[in-house]
């Protein structure tokens, strides 16, 4: 469902893929090349929501922006099952694991991972290249060049099913 909101309607690049049971909410900018997948719910309606290419919002995602405050992914991020992001900023080719939990005044750094089920907390900003975990989550390390490329291959997985998903949209 997409929905305008205050005179602010979300703007979905062509290339991209939403799920016809999402709902996206106002001022809301999807760029190119990126899937958001079923049940995700993206409500802009306080502040804007921008979501960059290469880009994978999965199953049942809330992003909901704080008045002061806008959700940016910089692009070929994936945030995975059922997280909630309250706010901040997600750099490139970040790994948001299912189930975490990201609040206001965060910064992810570039090709960061944050484990499944972490809560990142208020003002965090987590370095480029950091394993992040638990609750409240901390740094446990550097991630290795294997790590980023364990990241780039799930964002190239999500990019080789995205003409699949085009034809569903149909």
Known sequence: MIIEFNGKK???DDS???A???T???DIVISENTLILYGAICRADFNRIFIGPGSCVQENVVLNPMPDEPIIIEGESIIGYGCIIHGGTIEKN???GAGSIILHDVVIGSESIVAAGSMVTAGTKVPP???VMGVPAKVVRKLEDSDIAWIKKGVNGYQKLLPEYKKISR
């Open 94 to 96: 970040s790994f948001i």
């Open 129 to 131: 290249r950091s394993l």
């Open 20 to 22: 016809p049971n999402s």
């Open 10 to 12: 979300p703007r979905i």
């Open 24 to 26: 996206l909410i106002g």
């Open 16 to 18: 991209s893929f939403v």
